[in-house]
Structure formats: structure tokens, C-alpha cells
């Protein structure tokens, strides 16, 4: 399968005034798991089922930590081109500048995959 090639931030891909496609499957499970943690239940017009309920329990005070991390989890089982989530380390909350760390890695076809990513 391939699809377009994105960049760190999360846009399309353009070189020489051209959409770059992806094809590597590992390439492509990271960009599935940033996209699907990046994007906010019920963003999405066309599926209002995906992406992490930040409005609706991870922003919310009060919400266990327990809970905020069975959410990532789930969101990063169910993407596609994950077989297994091997490790993932418990969240790290910044209340300061409000930032939430991630840091887990998954087993692909084509390998072991290490995420280390900061949510705003």
C-alpha cells in the first residue's frame, strides 16, 4: 500500500511541485500513529469515530491517569500496521508548558518502531 509522504509537522510532502508517495510500511505505520494521536475525536467530518478524546476526558480535570493512558493505548493498537504495542512508558505531563510526552514502541511487519513524541 502506499500513500502520500508526510513531513515531521504532519503536512504533505512536496518536492519539485510534486506529492512525494511513501511505500515503506514501516514509514507508514509512523505517519498512521502520528496522525491518529494528533487528531482530536470527532475532528474529522467524514468519521467523527476517530482520533483521542482530548475534550472529552484528557483535558478534563480530574481525569485518571489510568485512564488518559488505556486512550493512547487503544488509538495505538487499532492503527493500522501494528501487530503489538511492546513498551510504552507512562505518560509524562508537563503542567508547566502543558505538554504531554509520549514515548512506546510497536512491533510492525517490517520491525520494531520507537515513538517519542510531545502532544501539545
Known amino acids: 500500500m502506499s500513500q502520500f509522504t508526510t513531513t515531521d509537522d504532519g503536512d504533505i510532502a512536496i518536492t519539485s511541485n510534486n506529492f512525494t508517495v511513501e511505500e515503506n510500511e514501516k ?68 503542567s508547566g508548558t502543558r505538554v504531554l510526552s509520549l514515548d512506546f514502541d510497536v512491533l510492525t511487519l517490517d520491525g520494531v518502531l520507537n515513538i517519542a513524541e510531545s502532544v501539545p
Open 27 to 94: 514509514v507508514l505505520t509512523r505517519q498512521r500513529l502520528l496522525q491518529s494521536l494528533r487528531t482530536f475525536l470527532g475532528e474529522w467530518f467524514l468519521d467523527n469515530s476517530i482520533g483521542v478524546g482530548y475534550f472529552q476526558f484528557i483535558f478534563q480535570k480530574g481525569t485518571p491517569p489510568t485512564l488518559i493512558n488505556d486512550l493512547f493505548k487503544n488509538e495505538i493498537i487499532n492503527t493500522q500496521g501494528v501487530v503489538e504495542l511492546s513498551t510504552f512508558q507512562p505518560l509524562d505531563l508537563n
